[in-house]
């Protein structure tokens, strides 16, 4: 399926700023329906969704309507959806609620591609519960994270094995299915942080076999919502509850103080516009897939998306290395369309203000990155990372290439 990146960019009028908005790893822009739809949800009366009112109605509804767009994102059920305001938040709550699963004797088994929302909440966790924490590697000639050292970190003793669907520093898609098969092989709970992986491509929670995946609306233009999803969702009873209500079952066992509506709605909406990112979907269309199932719209648009910025990737990669100072990490064939790059004798915030004087957004490599100190880039002066929305262009990616160019 054709996909109209021009007709996209109508959908995000936040593109008119003049700017090329090349910092998709803090969250891309944000499309006006889903900022109407806050609007108008801040502007209707919502209570507690136990009432008996027309208000706390709505409140129920917008919360049932939320559990199921998550579900349709990864083609889970909506029994499984577990809603806050970010991941990390949820993480952190998730990490609290499996303390019976860990302890004295048990093994969690962490990932140094991952960003510090999947990887601190476990570290606090082994901490306070006295778990034995083990890493998995990132092998720093080709910047991916081999599958086959599982094989030696999972064992008898594990109880948890976190790992991330995407990294947002390399773009690298780990073997999560297989690291998935290993783990429930072994008795342990997998937890994915997929926030990088959904807002590019198809997710299917079944076909990668994972227990929970972690995401958050942010990542791919909604509002500051996060969700976990549980592939069983009998499983989220069988954690500790973290809520504030004792009688609280299932998600809202691990949903703390009251839901943000106005947010969930905008969330809702965030996920239609992937659903209509594909050209013959787009918001408004009024062909005959527009009134498909949401899941098939969405596996549609996201695979036409996915086509789509393959060769736009490609560019942007090939570009960056036909550039002799420039050292691209990631991007291997396996990726999401991010990655991170140095410029040899020329620090990367440097590079980034550069980058700012010409129009363009990108980001110096933060601190406290794992795998970036695990590859050696502190000692070069950081890395430049970039990723791209949905709504980047050919012509945006040569400007960054030119700018960048120029510092050699």
């Not at 990864?74 to 303390?99: F, I, K, Q, Y």
């Amino acid at each position: 399926m054709e996909y109209d990146v021009w007709g996209v960019r109508g959908l995000f009028p936040s593109l008119g700023d003049g700017w090329i908005h090349l910092d998709a790893q803090v969250g891309m822009q944000i499309a006006d329906s889903v900022a109407r739809t806050v609007s108008t949800a801040f502007r209707t009366s919502v209570s507690d969704p136990s009432g008996a009112y027309p208000s706390a109605r709505r409140s129920a509804g917008i919360l049932d309507t939320a559990r199921a767009a998550v579900a349709d994102l990864v083609g889970a059920d909506p029994a499984g959806v577990v809603l806050g305001p970010n991941r990390a938040t949820l993480l952190a709550r998730l990490a609290e609620a499996s303390r019976r699963r860990l302890g004295i004797g048990t093994e969690i088994v962490l990932s140094r591609v991952d960003d510090e929302e999947n990887i601190t909440p476990w570290l606090r966790a082994a901490h306070l519960y006295g778990s034995y924490v083990k890493w998995a590697e990132v092998d720093i000639e080709n910047f991916e994270l081999p599958t086959w050292q599982y094989a030696d970190l999972i064992g008898e003793a594990t109880a948890l094995v976190a790992v991330t669907a995407a990294s947002s520093t390399l773009g690298v898609k780990p073997e999560v299915a297989a690291v998935a098969k290993l783990a429930t092989a072994a008795g342990a709970l997998t937890v994915v942080d997929a926030a990088f992986l959904a807002p590019y491509e198809p997710v299917d929670i079944h076909e990668l076999g994972v227990d929970v995946l972690a995401l958050d609306s942010a990542i791919w233009g909604g509002p500051p919502v996060g969700a976990l999803v549980f592939r069983d969702p009998a499983m989220i009873d069988r954690l500790e509850r973290v809520a504030i209500d004792p009688t609280a079952t299932g998600p809202a066992m691990l949903e703390v103080g009251a839901h943000q509506y106005a947010m969930l709605a905008g969330m809702v909406a965030s996920i239609e516009v992937l659903a209509g990112l594909a050209s013959s979907d787009s918001p408004g269309h009024r062909g005959a897939t527009a009134s498909a199932p949401r899941r098939e719209r969405i596996v549609r648009s996201m695979t036409a998306l996915r086509a789509h910025q393959a060769g736009l990737f490609d560019h942007l990669v090939g570009s960056l290395r036909s550039l002799p100072l420039v050292m691209v990490l990631g991007a291997r064939s396996a990726s999401v369309p991010m990655l991170s790059f140095t410029v040899a004798g020329v620090p990367a915030h440097r590079v980034t203000q550069r980058l700012a004087d010409n129009g363009i957004c990108a980001l110096t490599s933060r601190g406290g990155s794992r795998v970036l100190e695990a590859i050696g880039v502190g000692e070069v002066g950081g890395a430049v990372t970039v990723g791209l929305g949905h709504y980047s262009t050919v012509h945006e990616v040569d400007q960054l290439v030119r700018v960048v160019a120029s510092l050699g």
